[in-house]
């Protein structure tokens, strides 16, 4: 099993919390690590943070949360909690927390999901068809393909893996179930396709999408910016990092429009470029170098984005 390196570390906790390269003594604050996974960006962010901190650690994957008791039981500043972006409103209500200084999302898989073939997650390993990110709840990947219409895991597979055999790989998928090992899965997804991807896996788009699908993610995503930008101090920041095209435009839309004036009804006698943004990019996308990239493959296609709350209402 690979190690775990979480992706662009320091850059997402320096840009989280303001700390310029000439930084003096520690941050003082409530920040969010919305997805803790292995405790990467979140043992980091500790590291810069004061004694008087706090830091809601988040996972909607019950073995994150659980890898995560050692730490969270050495440093009384960390609060470790089970649950999902769009779950972020009642958690931060639960913990008695209005707002907060920041909020930093890691999207996607993370390493040790796609490296437990238990989980179901990649096309390297043969196990069960699995793949949910909460295995405490909803149906697995299995469950899906077996009762889902032919047209709606063609309609997955072309808008989240954007797979152009979508139509055909459907098909074969139905007139093969039930699947429930991703050996199956990859077998039939490789006979459905004329011809593969040179340099790609004839599976990746499929896993890609058929995951997608099963963990609700571009809907979880939405609900997540909309709720932890609502949750942020004047000043407070939000930090994304995203790991292929269908997540970073939804991250690039959602800052895009919270940097734009407000819209404003059409006929009304007002100019909406005179009006305030809400808040303002802090960077327009940070990519990993190739010292990181070296050693960790996985991060060349990763990209981080931060939004920072300009003073004004807060919600």
């Not at 797979?163 to 006979?191: F, S």
């Not at 970073?248 to 100019?271: G, S």
């Not at 190739?290 to 991060?299: K, Q």
Request: proline share 7%; glycine share 10%; with cysteine.
């Amino acid at each position: 099993m690979l190690e775990h390196r979480p992706v662009l570390c320091d850059e997402t906790v320096d840009l989280l919390t303001g700390r310029g390269p000439a930084a003096g003594g520690p941050v003082e604050g409530i920040y969010v690590d919305a997805t803790f996974g292995r405790g990467g960006h979140c043992r980091r962010l500790l590291e810069v943070l004061g004694p008087g901190s706090r830091v809601i650690g988040i996972d909607r994957d019950p073995a994150a949360v659980a890898s995560g008791a050692a730490l969270a039981g050495s440093d009384p500043r960390l609060q470790l909690v089970h649950g999902r972006f769009s779950e972020l409103a009642q958690v931060l209500a639960g913990l008695g927390i209005e707002y907060v200084q920041g909020v930093m999302m890691d999207l996607g898989v993370s390493s040790p999901q796609l490296d437990d073939p238990s989980r179901g997650f990649s096309f390297r390993f043969d196990g069960p068809l699995d793949m949910r990110m909460d295995t405490s709840q909803g149906p697995t990947a299995a469950q899906w393909l077996d009762t889902a219409a032919e047209a709606d895991i063609a309609r997955a597979l072309r808008e989240y893996g954007e797979e152009r055999h979508a139509r055909r790989i459907a098909a074969c998928i139905v007139a093969a179930r039930p699947l429930t090992t991703t050996r199956q899965l990859v077998e039939v997804v490789r006979a459905a396709q004329p011809r593969g991807t040179p340099g790609k896996h004839e599976a990746t788009r499929t896993f890609q999408a058929i995951r997608m699908a099963v963990n609700e993610e571009l809907p979880e995503i939405e609900a997540g910016l909309t709720l932890a930008f609502a949750r942020l101090v004047p000043g407070g920041r939000l930090a994304v990092i995203s790991f292929h095209s269908l997540e970073d435009r939804l991250v690039k839309q959602f800052f895009r429009a919270r940097c734009a004036p407000p819209p404003m009804p059409r006929r009304l006698p007002v100019r909406g470029a005179g009006l305030p943004a809400e808040a303002r990019l802090v960077t327009r996308g940070v990519t990993a170098g190739d010292a990181e990239t070296r050693h960790n493959p996985r991060a060349r296609s990763a990209r981080l984005r931060v939004l920072e709350r300009l003073p004004g209402q807060v919600a």
